[in-house]
């Protein structure tokens, strides 16, 4: 029976939902005290996590990024002229959705690469 159900599930492509219905009668004592709904809202709250997260993967993939950079690495001494507060605007995204671009100048090996792939990566 249950194997017709993760069946079915995997061919609609709830693969998030099918794990985590796995997940919740492999542990039967974490979940047993919660009602129908409650473990309904778990599990397809973890097939949209699934869902972002693959789309934020096929982003990346599909971007083709040079670096694999964050923002959180980024270097701040004071000879490459980053504004903290102006990285933390962009990384707000803001730019994204008034559909703006941005522009990035500096002298050679400066890490305007890096701060693009950071910036693309955390658009993603």
Do not use: V
Not at 37 to 43: F, K
Not at 71 to 97: F, H, P
């Amino acid at each position: 029976m249950m194997n017709h159900l993760y069946e079915q599930l995997t061919a609609l492509k709830l693969t998030g939902f099918r794990d985590a219905l796995k997940k919740q009668l492999a542990q039967p004592g974490t979940y047993q005290e919660l009602g129908f709904e409650e473990r309904l809202s778990l599990l397809t709250a973890e097939e949209l996590t699934c869902r972002e997260n693959r789309k934020a993967e096929r982003l990346i993939k599909h971007a083709r990024f040079r670096l694999n950079a964050e923002l959180s690495k980024l270097d701040y001494r004071n000879n490459r002229g980053l504004d903290r507060a102006l990285i933390r605007s962009l990384s707000q995204g803001n730019w994204l959705t008034l559909k703006q671009n941005i522009l990035l100048t500096g002298a050679t090996g400066s890490g305007k690469t890096f701060l693009a792939c950071a910036l693309g990566h955390n658009a993603c």
